[in-house]
């Protein structure tokens, strides 16, 4: 079984229509991310949770919010969805060095998102 | 200037070439970096990662020249299943764990 999955893998949506993607992890990581990715622009940090009542914006924010339901869930919201937001996302997780693990991040399987 | 650049390539070379990708980053403070190998619409996933002059896994070697500010990968022998996209990340550390990546190099073996 997969450490880090995303639902919806797939996903197309209207303008205006709010989206939610989940992703669940079963590494016991306390560090979760979303990034989405475009061509020739590479992974850019979206929001990040160092723990459950941790949240902070990344590079790229503005039109998204995220929840931290539990350690092992991280839920990305589109609140008004807009053709600029497809894009391929990605929910990632790590340990963390001060919890005597690592930066390395561990990936989900990316879902594709379409806005119309 | 990119806080992580990468040549997007694609590099072709024929199977059995030796091939290197250089990632140069800004930040003189970066204590981490990582290699990531992305296939076409898939998760990267991580090839390795270095923390202090480099990593060495098999056919494929990373360096770290902090002086230039560069990280390379190496990859000897190469493969048919070695085409793909490479990715740099570099983090801050220091409990950061932040990772900035570059837009990926891909690779292309050819028979």
């Known amino acids: 079984d997969a450490d880090v999955t995303q639902t919806p893998r797939n996903r197309i949506t209207k303008t205006g229509k709010r989206i939610m993607l989940e992703c669940s992890q079963t590494?016991?990581?306390?560090?979760m991310y979303w990034y989405r990715q475009d061509p020739g622009l590479g992974l850019r940090l979206i929001y990040y949770?160092?723990?459950?009542?941790?949240?902070n914006k990344g590079e790229i924010s503005d039109g998204y919010s995220v929840s931290r339901q539990a350690q092992a869930k991280f839920s990305l919201s589109l609140e008004s969805a807009i053709p600029n937001q497809t894009a391929l996302y990605f929910c990632?997780?790590?340990?963390?060095?001060?919890?005597?693990?690592?930066?390395?991040?561990?990936f989900g399987p990316g879902t594709r998102l379409t806005v119309l | 200037r990119k806080e992580v650049e990468q040549d997007p390539g694609p590099f072709n070379v024929p199977e059995g070439a030796t091939v290197a990708f250089n990632c140069t980053y800004s930040?003189?403070?970066?204590?981490?970096f990582f290699w990531y190998r992305q296939d076409c619409r898939k998760e990267p996933k991580l090839l390795m990662s270095?923390?202090?002059s480099g990593n060495e896994d098999g056919r494929f070697t990373a360096q770290l020249n902090r002086a230039s500010q560069y990280i390379s990968l190496l990859i000897r022998d190469s493969k048919l299943s070695d085409s793909a996209t490479y990715l740099c990340?570099?983090?801050?550390?220091?409990?950061?764990?932040?990772?900035?990546f570059g837009t990926g190099t891909q690779l292309k073996v050819e028979l």
């Open positions: 949770s160092f723990d459950v009542k941790d949240i």
């Open positions: 990340g570099r983090g801050c550390g220091g409990g950061g764990n932040k990772l900035t």
């Open positions: 990632a997780t790590s340990a963390g060095i001060a919890g005597g693990g690592t930066d390395t991040q561990y």
């Open positions: 270095v923390y202090s």
């Open positions: 590494k016991g990581h306390d560090r």
């Open positions: 930040n003189s403070a970066s204590q981490s």
